[in-house]
């Protein structure tokens, strides 16, 4: 069980880029085993190395897997692309930066050639926190296929609805463009899980959200969508705000659902 810095070259951004990569134990030794890979991202003001230095990411993980509540993966936890005080890991509407590319062109693909990972969205799951569960349900609505599994903790799961009010930053039009825009649809959470829900490739859906937590009524508003539509999913709800004692006890939880995932296609 190892973290090891990752460095890579994005063209989508034209810079060089690293990531943390969490190896399991036994991975060097066994050298032709492959590895389920789960991405974890970060939230707004965050780097790739938040989960290691506030979250105890790497404790949590060498605890489920020793104790079988997580099997051997491959974890990973990026940076959303480093430019101002968070991407969404989107492509931004004003050109700034490909940040979605980034992260499926450039990073994915590397992490794949370079890791020991089955690369396949049944074995393929992703993560995050606050801007990074906005991140985790935007890659895997928006690229079916991709990702079997997201998860999201205390999400900022937005949709164009209530983006004026919730986006507490004065650059969100160069990220989404006009609000009813075809660019901003695209990233709405609440049209991709309609545009979703009857796709065979739909990822399974879990989150979770403090009851003291700013963000608390956008995650039941989401739930309550996703049950008017039909979309099946987890949705939990916890004592607690938008702390990172919040996401270091509930990391479990998610982590627990992806393992649930993945148990489930070895049964299909």
Same mark, same amino acid.
């Given at each position: 069980?190892?973290? @090891?810095?990752?460095?890579?070259?994005?063209?989508?951004?034209?810079?060089?880029?690293?990531? !943390?990569?969490?190896?399991?134990?036994?991975?060097?030794?066994?050298?032709?085993?492959?590895?389920?890979?789960?991405?974890?991202?970060?939230?707004?003001?965050?780097?790739?190395?938040?989960?290691?230095?506030?979250?105890?990411?790497?404790?949590?993980?060498?605890?489920? =897997?020793?104790?079988?509540?997580?099997?051997?993966?491959?974890?990973? =936890?990026?940076?959303?692309?480093?430019?101002?005080?968070?991407?969404?890991?989107?492509?931004?509407?004003?050109?700034?930066?490909?940040?979605?590319?980034?992260?499926?062109?450039?990073?994915?693909? /590397?992490?794949?050639?370079?890791? @020991?990972?089955?690369?396949?969205?049944?074995?393929? %799951?992703?993560?995050?926190?606050?801007?990074?569960?906005?991140?985790?349900?935007?890659?895997?609505?928006?690229?079916?296929?991709?990702?079997?599994?997201?998860?999201?903790?205390?999400?900022?799961?937005?949709?164009?609805?209530?983006?004026?009010?919730?986006?507490? @930053?004065? /650059?969100?039009?160069? =990220?989404?463009?006009?609000?009813?825009?075809?660019?901003?649809?695209?990233? /709405?959470?609440?049209?991709?899980?309609? @545009?979703?829900?009857? /796709?065979?490739?739909?990822? %399974?859906?879990?989150?979770?959200?403090?009851?003291?937590?700013?963000?608390?009524?956008?995650?039941?508003?989401?739930?309550?969508h996703l049950d008017r539509i039909g979309y099946a999913h987890t949705y939990r709800e916890f004592p607690g705000e938008h702390t990172w004692d919040y996401w270091t006890e509930h990391l479990p939880d998610a982590l627990g !659902?992806?393992e649930q995932y993945f148990g489930s296609q070895d049964q299909a």
């Amino acid at each position: 069980m190892s973290v @090891r810095p990752h460095p890579f070259f994005s063209g989508a951004l034209f810079a060089r880029k690293s990531c !943390f990569v969490y190896v399991p134990e036994g991975y060097d030794e066994q050298s032709e085993q492959r590895y389920p890979v789960i991405y974890l991202l970060h939230g707004m003001h965050g780097s790739e190395s938040h989960w290691l230095q506030k979250g105890s990411a790497e404790q949590t993980l060498d605890r489920m =897997m020793s104790s079988c509540q997580l099997r051997k993966c491959i974890v990973v =936890m990026p940076n959303d692309g480093g430019y101002g005080q968070g991407t969404f890991y989107m492509d931004w509407y004003d050109g700034t930066g490909n940040f979605e590319q980034y992260f499926i062109y450039d990073l994915m693909p /590397d992490i794949d050639k370079n890791y @020991r990972t089955i690369q396949d969205m049944r074995s393929r %799951a992703v993560c995050g926190l606050s801007m990074g569960g906005f991140g985790a349900f935007s890659l895997s609505l928006r690229n079916p296929g991709l990702f079997g599994a997201a998860a999201s903790l205390s999400g900022a799961l937005i949709s164009g609805a209530n983006v004026a009010d919730n986006f507490a @930053r004065r /650059d969100v039009g160069r =990220m989404t463009g006009p609000v009813e825009g075809p660019h901003a649809k695209s990233y /709405d959470l609440h049209r991709c899980a309609s @545009r979703r829900v009857s /796709d065979m490739q739909r990822p %399974a859906l879990y989150f979770d959200c403090g009851t003291e937590d700013a963000l608390h009524h956008m995650n039941a508003d989401y739930h309550r969508h996703l049950d008017r539509i039909g979309y099946a999913h987890t949705y939990r709800e916890f004592p607690g705000e938008h702390t990172w004692d919040y996401w270091t006890e509930h990391l479990p939880d998610a982590l627990g !659902f992806i393992e649930q995932y993945f148990g489930s296609q070895d049964q299909a």
